[in-house]
Every structure is written in structure tokens, then in C-alpha cells.
């Protein structure tokens, strides 16, 4: 009989825990979100859920667990959680990725609808108590750029084909990744011949060395001036310096923005006041779901772990995703 024990990073009143009752009823469970509340069974823990975004706390309890061999992120993102003893730690860590997936695809869409039909100007028109017909964009047709085509990219192609999108996308591989939802993949280096072609760009890349700044003054100047750039993939892949000169200097059309360089986004930021920017606090993938959808894959990841089976979502520590 297995008998794992699990340290979970979590605040012990969290609700959803008592999902972790559903795990076998030998299964040792630690909660705490101070390292005190480990210290009788790391020694023997073999498994970590970071469910609290704590890099400091994995990063003190990673050091009191030797036996640690699998670490669970419920989130997709984790650049904030690579420290350099994770990394080379042979205990091999999964995440979210999927899970958050069809929401944000939705929100790009959303997004895509926001600005081709100017939603701004019409709940503007509405308040103001006018009726002012104007001109608007067909989607069909125009082309989206996706920067970073993992499951978020591919859960955004999808739904822009369903309304008649011609999709491009570029990824670390180019077309070694192509799986038939857009017309052509692009490498790194050939990201500008993509983006000129592009009426929208969905940025839906991880944060790693090679992303950070990725879009940047030569990525803008490259885009149409009716370009609209979109990001739900982490902030610092795109320079905001650059970002807000284009916005300020209407090179581009607008920005739908889900993520930022420093959250919460301060208050007298510059894209607080520009009227082609539309704002989200960073909770596109927040669903009435989405806390319950984690606590599940993760049960289910377990199952998989405790039987020998391969895991989902394994990242590649060194590559940062």
C-alpha cells in the first residue's frame, strides 16, 4: 500500500481543500502557509502542492522535504516559482496549463469584438443619450497573430477560425509546431514577417529569458496602424514603455491588456487614461469555476502520480514552462 505524504501551501481555511478528502484515506496531508506547519512531515513528504503563489514558502519548505519527487502549481504561469533549487531539484514539477485555457480564449475573442465593433463609442453614445450610427470592422476574414502558441494559443486559434479568422502564430519550434488550426507557424526570429501581416496580435506567452521584451519598438513599428495587440500572457513579454508610446502616438489602434509589468497596475499609470486601451485585472481565467477546476486537476494528477503513471503539464525547468 502507497503512502504518500502531501505538504499543501495553502491557507488551512481554504474551502476547497476538503476536496483533498477524495484522496486515499492513507494519504498523510500537511496545510499550513508558514514553514512551522511542516516541520513533522516534510522529512517524510514526497509530493508538494503550492496552491498559495508563495515562492518564499516553497522555496523553505522545497529545503525541508529531501524526499520530495513531484511539485504541483495549480497556476500555469511559473516563472515567479523558479527559484534556483527547484530548478535543480530532481523532483519534477507540473502546473495548471489548460485548465485556464477556454476562458482566456473567450476573453481574446471578446477582446477582438471589442475594438472591430467599438463597443467604447457605444456605451459613450448610450451615456450621452445620442444616437450616432458609425461604420463597423467584419472579423472574417482579418488576420490574427498569436505570440506563443502552447494550449492558451491553441484555445485561442480555434475560436478565431470558428468566426473566419485567418490564424498565424509563432512559437519557439516554428513549423515543427504546426497542428492544422492556423495557416502557418512562424520561429522567433521571423516574428516581424508575421506581425506585419496581422490586424490583431494575441500575446499568450510564458515569461522566460527569451520572452521578456519580446514585443518591443521594432515589433510596433512593424504592426498596422489599425493593429490591435491583446495580452494574456504575462506582462514583461511585452516592453510597456514601448506599448504606451504607440498607444499615446496612435501607431497602433488599441490594446486589450489582462496583464501588466507590475500588478496591481498602479494607480496614475498612463494606461489607466488612454481611450484605445481596454483594462483587466488580471482575471480573464477567473470563472465561477476555476478555483474548483484546479483542486480537481490536481486530484486527479495525484491518482496519476500515485500509480506510476505519467503526469500532465510537466514543465521543463530549464526552458521556464
Same mark, same amino acid.
Given at each position: 500500500?502507497?503512502?504518500?505524504?502531501?505538504? $499543501?501551501?495553502?491557507?488551512?481555511?481554504?474551502?476547497?481543500?476538503?476536496?483533498?478528502?477524495?484522496?486515499?484515506?492513507?494519504?498523510?496531508?500537511?496545510?499550513?502557509?508558514?514553514?512551522?506547519?511542516?516541520?513533522?512531515?516534510?522529512?517524510?513528504?514526497?509530493?508538494?502542492?503550492?496552491?498559495?503563489?508563495?515562492?518564499?514558502?516553497?522555496?523553505? %519548505?522545497?529545503?525541508?522535504?529531501?524526499? &520530495?519527487?513531484?511539485?504541483?502549481?495549480?497556476?500555469?504561469?511559473?516563472? !515567479?516559482?523558479?527559484?534556483?533549487?527547484? $530548478?535543480?531539484?530532481?523532483?519534477?514539477?507540473? !502546473?495548471?496549463?489548460? @485548465?485556464?485555457?477556454?476562458? +482566456?480564449?473567450?476573453?481574446?475573442?471578446?477582446?477582438?469584438?471589442?475594438?472591430?465593433?467599438?463597443?467604447?463609442?457605444? @456605451?459613450?453614445?448610450?451615456?450621452?443619450?445620442?444616437?450616432?450610427?458609425?461604420? %463597423?470592422?467584419?472579423?472574417?476574414?482579418?488576420? +490574427?497573430?498569436?505570440?506563443?502558441?502552447?494550449?492558451?494559443?491553441?484555445?485561442?486559434?480555434?475560436?478565431?477560425?470558428?468566426?473566419?479568422?485567418?490564424?498565424?502564430?509563432?512559437?519557439?519550434?516554428?513549423?515543427?509546431?504546426?497542428?492544422?488550426?492556423?495557416?502557418?507557424?512562424?520561429?522567433?526570429?521571423?516574428?516581424?514577417?508575421?506581425?506585419?501581416?496581422?490586424?490583431?496580435?494575441?500575446?499568450?506567452?510564458?515569461?522566460?529569458?527569451?520572452?521578456?521584451?519580446?514585443?518591443?519598438?521594432?515589433?510596433?513599428?512593424?504592426?498596422?496602424?489599425?493593429? &490591435? %495587440? @491583446?495580452?494574456?500572457?504575462?506582462?514583461?513579454?511585452?516592453?510597456?514603455?514601448?506599448?504606451?508610446?504607440? +498607444?499615446?502616438?496612435?501607431? @497602433?489602434?488599441?490594446?486589450?491588456?489582462?496583464?501588466?509589468?507590475?500588478?496591481?497596475?498602479?494607480?496614475?499609470?498612463?494606461?489607466?487614461?488612454?481611450?484605445? %486601451?481596454?483594462?483587466?485585472?488580471?482575471?480573464?481565467?477567473?470563472?465561477?469555476?476555476?478555483?474548483?477546476?484546479?483542486?480537481?486537476?490536481?486530484?486527479?494528477?495525484?491518482?496519476?502520480?500515485? !500509480?506510476?503513471?505519467?503526469?500532465? !503539464?510537466?514543465?521543463?525547468?530549464?526552458?521556464?514552462?
Amino acid at each position: 500500500m502507497v503512502h504518500d505524504t502531501i505538504l $499543501v501551501l495553502a491557507d488551512p481555511t481554504e474551502p476547497r481543500l476538503a476536496r483533498l478528502e477524495q484522496l486515499p484515506p492513507e494519504t498523510g496531508i500537511a496545510v499550513g502557509m508558514r514553514p512551522e506547519a511542516f516541520e513533522n512531515a516534510a522529512p517524510e513528504a514526497t509530493a508538494i502542492f503550492s496552491w498559495a503563489f508563495s515562492r518564499d514558502l516553497l522555496r523553505h %519548505v522545497l529545503a525541508m522535504a529531501p524526499r &520530495v519527487r513531484w511539485i504541483h502549481t495549480r497556476a500555469a504561469g511559473v516563472d !515567479n516559482l523558479l527559484f534556483p533549487e527547484l $530548478v535543480a531539484s530532481p523532483a519534477v514539477l507540473t !502546473n495548471g496549463s489548460g @485548465i485556464f485555457s477556454p476562458s +482566456l480564449g473567450e476573453w481574446v475573442l471578446g477582446a477582438i469584438l471589442y475594438f472591430a465593433k467599438d463597443f467604447r463609442r457605444l @456605451i459613450h453614445a448610450q451615456a450621452r443619450n445620442t444616437w450616432e450610427p458609425f461604420t %463597423v470592422a467584419e472579423i472574417a476574414g482579418q488576420t +490574427l497573430g498569436i505570440i506563443g502558441y502552447g494550449d492558451i494559443g491553441r484555445a485561442i486559434a480555434g475560436r478565431a477560425r470558428a468566426i473566419g479568422m485567418r490564424v498565424l502564430a509563432m512559437n519557439r519550434r516554428g513549423a515543427a509546431g504546426a497542428d492544422g488550426l492556423v495557416e502557418r507557424i512562424f520561429a522567433p526570429a521571423d516574428r516581424l514577417r508575421m506581425i506585419e501581416q496581422c490586424d490583431y496580435i494575441a500575446v499568450a506567452a510564458p515569461l522566460t529569458a527569451e520572452t521578456r521584451g519580446l514585443i518591443g519598438e521594432a515589433e510596433f513599428a512593424a504592426m498596422k496602424p489599425e493593429a &490591435v %495587440v @491583446i495580452n494574456v500572457g504575462r506582462g514583461p513579454v511585452i516592453q510597456e514603455s514601448a506599448l504606451v508610446a504607440a +498607444l499615446s502616438g496612435r501607431r @497602433i489602434k488599441g490594446a486589450a491588456l489582462d496583464v501588466f509589468d507590475c500588478e496591481p497596475l498602479p494607480q496614475g499609470h498612463p494606461l489607466y487614461y488612454l481611450d484605445n %486601451v481596454l483594462l483587466s485585472p488580471h482575471c480573464a481565467d477567473h470563472t465561477a469555476t476555476w478555483l474548483d477546476d484546479a483542486m480537481r486537476f490536481f486530484v486527479a494528477q495525484y491518482q496519476r502520480f500515485r !500509480n506510476g503513471e505519467p503526469l500532465l !503539464n510537466v514543465v521543463d525547468k530549464q526552458a521556464g514552462y
